[in-house]
């Protein structure tokens, strides 16, 4: 089955980086992309970004523009995302989701990472 | 502020039929597929309905999806204790380089 498996809890000072990586397997990956979401404590879900598996072609949500890296491996099936200058407010669950790409659903959603971000 | 306007809250008793709405723009809802996701506590979102009104296979038929210009709605049918969770519509917005914008979620209570 189409299974998404991320990383563990990461713990990272504010102006630090984290990195989250979300195995793939079950399908094809170089046929989707992968689309990254994030969730604030008690609060709603927001996106991020994605990349193409294919081709790497990626797209952002303005506000992580120049902040937010994604990678993929496709030797290994493996999306990443990389965050840098990180703040108190990225304190959040990071998802990723298998994403064809534009008019496609996000599914199936890996099992998320919190990352806190704290002095 | 989500761009996407859900109410925070909802509720209604077993067997009941709810609906759930999402209010958007002529740049997000109005011309673009809308998704529906439901949230159980401390799990990943699981997709629900997707372009409009599709169900993926395993969701029950309880469920259904439905646009009217720049609003969605889910639908809840014979509503069941394990229905109580966070619901969220999505859509991308073309606006603003175009992006992918989700409600602020609706958290359904079964009374």
């Known amino acids: 089955q189409v299974q998404l498996v991320q990383s563990g809890a990461e713990v990272r000072k504010p102006g630090a980086s984290v990195k989250v990586s979300c195995k793939a397997s079950?399908?094809?990956?170089?046929?989707?992309?992968i689309s990254w979401v994030r969730q604030a404590p008690g609060q709603g879900l927001e996106w991020m970004g994605w990349?193409?598996?294919?081709?790497?072609?990626?797209?952002?949500a303005q506000r992580f523009q120049g902040r937010i890296t994604l990678t993929t491996d496709t030797s290994t099936t493996t999306a990443y995302m990389d965050l840098r200058n990180l703040r108190s407010d990225d304190t959040a669950v990071y998802y990723c989701a298998r994403h064809f790409g534009s008019g496609y659903e996000f599914d199936p959603w890996g099992q998320g990472t919190l990352v806190t971000v704290s002095s | 502020q989500s761009v996407l306007t859900q109410p925070p809250s909802a509720s209604g008793t077993p067997g009941q039929r709810v609906t759930l709405s999402c209010s958007g723009s002529d740049s997000n809802i109005g011309s673009n597929y809308v998704y529906w996701y439901q949230q159980l506590p401390g799990t990943a979102p699981k997709l629900l309905i997707f372009r409009n009104n599709q169900r993926p296979s395993g969701v029950p038929d309880r469920f259904s999806g439905s646009t009217s210009g720049t609003s969605a709605s889910l639908a809840i049918s014979g509503l069941r204790s394990e229905d109580e969770a966070d619901y969220y519509c999505?859509?991308?917005?073309?606006?603003?380089?175009?992006?992918?914008?989700f409600g602020g979620g609706t958290k359904l209570t079964v009374l």
């Open positions: 999505l859509t991308w917005d073309d606006s603003l380089s175009g992006t992918w914008v």
């Open positions: 990349i193409s598996a294919y081709n790497s072609n990626t797209q952002f």
């Open positions: 079950g399908y094809t990956f170089t046929s989707f992309g």
